[in-house]
């Protein structure tokens, strides 16, 4: 069963608007990590932001911040103010507790192009 | 920051060969590496996790005999293709878990482009 899902293929946003990329995830574990990675065309993935299942606050990071609902088992990703060079792919993923040391597991990712 | 090295950042070979990809953790221990997949437009796939001086554990479906992992020490693990063939062509990449804590991002290596013509 998909861990994570990423129901946006692609999105056009416009430079300096605001831009949301949705994620759902699906876990029993009460303990678990949400992480939001950045993979340019040249394939590097860029480590963007974190949200951890207890944390109280929303993350944020800069023009990234992480829209945590744990009931709705939503981690959104807000990136304001967007640049051109924020096209890119974007993968949300998820770690659980049994592999706390390890593995993510990845949406589908959602391909973002930023247009002058 | 936490460096993870990975090399050849693409590689062409002819159907039937052999290729290693090597990753290696610059500036910290690695006692364990990820090896994923990614086809164009697809997501990152787990192929297996390597341990130093253990076996490797694979992911369902991944032909271990095909896809030979070894982690020979604290900072270097290496993916072997043996016996490639045009449908492993693609984007392979390593990743090790940050020091720290469990919270920390993988750090992930940038990448092996893989052609099997």
């Known amino acids: 069963a998909q861990k994570i899902t990423q129901t946006q293929p692609g999105m056009f946003v416009q430079e300096k608007e605001a831009v949301t990329l949705d994620c759902t995830y699906d876990?029993?574990?009460?303990?678990?990590?949400l992480f939001w990675y950045k993979q340019p065309s040249s394939g590097e993935m860029i480590f963007l932001i974190y949200?951890?299942?207890?944390?109280?606050q929303n993350a944020t990071e800069g023009r990234y911040s992480l829209n945590f609902q744990k009931a709705r088992k939503s981690a959104n990703l807000v990136i304001s103010a967007s640049q051109l060079g924020d096209s890119a792919m974007y993968f949300c993923?998820?770690?659980?507790?049994?592999?706390?040391?390890?593995?993510?597991?990845f949406g589908a990712g959602t391909q973002v192009v930023v247009t002058p | 920051g936490a460096v993870v090295s990975q090399h050849p950042s693409w590689v062409i070979c002819k159907s039937g060969t052999s290729v290693k990809i090597e990753c290696r953790s610059l500036?910290?221990?690695?006692?364990?590496m990820f090896w994923y997949r990614q086809f164009p437009k697809q997501s990152l796939m787990l192929m297996a996790t390597?341990?130093?001086?253990?076996?490797?554990?694979?992911e369902q479906g991944v032909e271990k005999d095909k896809f030979l992992i070894n982690h020979a020490s604290l900072t270097l693990s290496t993916l072997t293709v043996t016996s490639a063939h045009p449908e492993d062509s693609s984007f392979y990449i390593c990743?090790?878990?940050?020091?720290?804590?469990?919270?920390?991002?993988?750090?992930f290596g940038n990448g092996t482009r893989l052609t099997v013509t």
């Open positions: 990743s090790a878990p940050g020091q720290g804590s469990r919270d920390s991002p993988l750090h």
């Open positions: 876990t029993s574990d009460p303990s678990y990590g």
């Open positions: 949200q951890g299942s207890y944390d109280q």
């Open positions: 993923a998820m770690r659980e507790a049994p592999d706390s040391w390890g593995k993510l597991q």
């Open positions: 500036d910290f221990q690695a006692t364990t």
């Open positions: 390597s341990n130093e001086g253990s076996k490797a554990t694979y």
